[in-house]
Each structure stands twice: as structure tokens, then as C-alpha cells.
């Protein structure tokens, strides 16, 4: 049986469906529908290099990689490959050629630093370091019982504060995306991002298709965005939280807390099950949050790095 690495045919039913479902088996504490495969395939920053790939065996997709520059960061040369095969097919050389055809395409686009999420296993972080890569950060998969936990009850708002939905801004969302780009240039990581484009942040996050303005909560402090928790849905009965918090001239008075109570109770009445979110490892006070709530840590990943020269 041979095993070939491919890029993947965006306008391809078959390869989204293949994607996702490998996708689904190796990493399923992150929402993926063959529909935001092909999506993201087609609407991610030109500058991103994006390229995303398949592994293939007899005709089977058996292995993933989304691979490209962090183009929105102020330093150059930084590129991101993220491998995951299923985990029925592994040690067949598809992780291998992943990496190797994903290295190539950065270095033909000028990376010199290569990122990579890796799953907390042993055999995720040997592979990582027989490839040349080095742990750095990790974060947690967090998941909360939507069917069977019991939430916070819900609190009146605080006066001159005012809790509304991702939708009632569907007329001008940029709010939402300074909100978003404030609290983002604030998030731990690796890698710094500079969020200043408005027309990618339309067609990468307010246009998406697992988005849910329905479900995205904002927090209003005399009548201004001063908090939020967006929400994505995988069009069945799994949610996630995908960025929670607050503007900086508003911290430390509970907002993004009411703002992600409203979100999950809402999530909650319209028949989600399972509510799922991330967080730095290092970022304490989110955890924190999220434990309040009654989340979970299900899965734990690390992030390796791998610098040329």
C-alpha cells in the first residue's frame, strides 16, 4: 500500500468530507464541517500561503496538514504546519510526508521558523522531536456537559450594562472587530499578531460558516462593545467558544464572565450538548473562567518550533 501526499481540491466534496472526518477522529475537542475545510481553503489571506493537504492511501484521505505564514504577525519568516492523521492509520509514513511536503512549501514562501501543535502523547512529542522540533507553550482543550451540567444561573446585567448578541451588530460588525482585535493582540502565545484588517476579519471570522452571531454574546458598558464570547457551532449539537474577553479599559469587573454565562445558556436552550473551548496554559484567570463554569480539561497540546539556520 502506497501513501501519497496531495493538496486538497477545495471545490472536492469528497476531500473536504475526508478532511474533516480525519480531523473529527484525531482532534475532536475542535469544531471542522467539510463546508468550513473548503471555506477556509478558499477565503484565508492571500499573504497566508495557505496551503492545506491530504495524506492518501488507496484512495483513502488518512492524514491532514494545514500549512501557511502567520502573515498578520510583525515578524516575518513565521509559518505554521499543523499534521494529524487517523489514528486507525498511523505508522505508514503519512506524518512523514506531511511534514516533509509542508516544510518545503514554507520554505519556498520564505518561513524560517516552523510552528507546530502537537498533542501531550508520547508518541505525538517523540514525532515532533525526530523532525527537528522543540516543545515550547502548551494549552488546554477544555469540554463542558451542556446536556447534563448545571450552570450558573443566569445574572441581571450590572446598571449601564447591556447584554446583546453577535446579530443585532449584523449592520456594522466593526465593533465587534476592534473588540476582537484588542483582546486578541492581548492573547498568550508564540507568535504576536497585529489584527488590522477588516476585510480578512469579514471573511475569516464574521463570515465564517461555523460562526454564530445567534450565539456570539457581547457585553455593552453605556452602549459600547466592553466584552464578548464568540461562539461557533458544527450544525449539530457540538458549540465552542472560541475567543472570550474584554476590553482593557474594562478588566477586572466580571464581564466577560456575564458575557459567557449568556452565550452557554442560550447555547444550552437551543438544544447544544456539548460546549467545548481552549486556553493557554498560561493563561490562569481564563482557566479559571472556565472551571467556574464547569468545563473540563479533556486534552492537553503542545506547541514545537523548528528554526532553520
Known amino acids: 500500500m502506497t501513501v501519497i501526499v496531495r493538496d486538497l481540491r477545495p471545490d472536492s466534496r469528497r476531500d473536504a468530507e475526508g478532511f474533516a472526518r480525519v480531523r473529527r477522529l484525531a482532534l475532536p475537542f475542535v469544531l471542522f464541517t467539510p463546508e468550513s475545510i473548503a471555506y477556509d481553503a478558499a477565503h484565508i489571506h492571500p499573504d497566508a500561503h495557505y496551503r492545506p493537504l491530504v495524506a492518501e492511501e488507496d484512495g483513502e ?31 505508514r509514513g503519512a506524518g512523514s510526508l506531511l511534514v516533509r511536503v509542508a516544510e518545503e512549501h514554507l520554505g519556498a514562501v520564505g518561513a524560517s521558523r516552523f510552528f507546530a501543535w502537537v498533542l501531550d502523547e508520547p508518541g505525538n512529542r517523540a514525532f515532533a522531536e525526530r523532525h527537528g522540533y522543540r516543545a ?27 447584554l446583546r448578541t453577535g446579530a443585532d451588530f449584523a449592520d456594522d460588525p466593526r465593533p465587534l472587530f476592534e473588540l476582537d482585535a484588542e483582546t486578541m493582540s492581548d492573547e498568550p502565545g508564540d507568535i504576536d499578531h497585529e489584527f488590522t484588517d477588516y476585510e480578512a476579519w469579514l471573511r475569516e471570522t464574521w463570515r465564517h460558516p461555523l460562526f454564530s452571531p445567534e450565539l456570539t454574546s457581547v457585553a455593552l458598558v453605556d452602549g459600547r462593545p466592553a466584552a464578548f464570547s464568540a461562539a461557533r457551532t458544527d450544525g449539530g449539537t457540538r458549540y465552542g467558544t472560541v475567543m472570550t474577553g474584554t476590553a482593557r479599559a474594562f478588566r477586572g469587573r466580571g464581564l466577560a464572565k456575564l458575557a459567557k454565562n449568556d452565550t452557554l445558556h442560550r447555547a444550552r436552550a437551543a438544544g447544544f450538548t456539548e460546549a467545548f473551548t481552549g486556553n493557554d496554559a498560561g493563561n490562569g484567570p481564563m482557566i479559571a473562567i472556565n472551571e467556574w463554569f464547569g468545563y473540563e480539561i479533556c486534552a492537553t497540546e503542545v506547541r514545537h518550533v523548528r528554526e532553520l539556520g
Open 61 to 91: 484521505i488518512i492524514g491532514t496538514a494545514q500549512v501557511g505564514l502567520a502573515h498578520d504577525s510583525p515578524e516575518p519568516g513565521q509559518g505554521f504546519v499543523n499534521v494529524y492523521v487517523d489514528p486507525r492509520h498511523t505508522r
Open 136 to 162: 515550547s507553550r502548551s494549552a488546554h482543550f477544555l469540554r463542558l456537559d451542556l446536556a447534563h451540567g448545571t450552570l450558573p444561573e443566569l445574572q441581571d446585567p450590572p446598571p449601564g450594562v447591556e
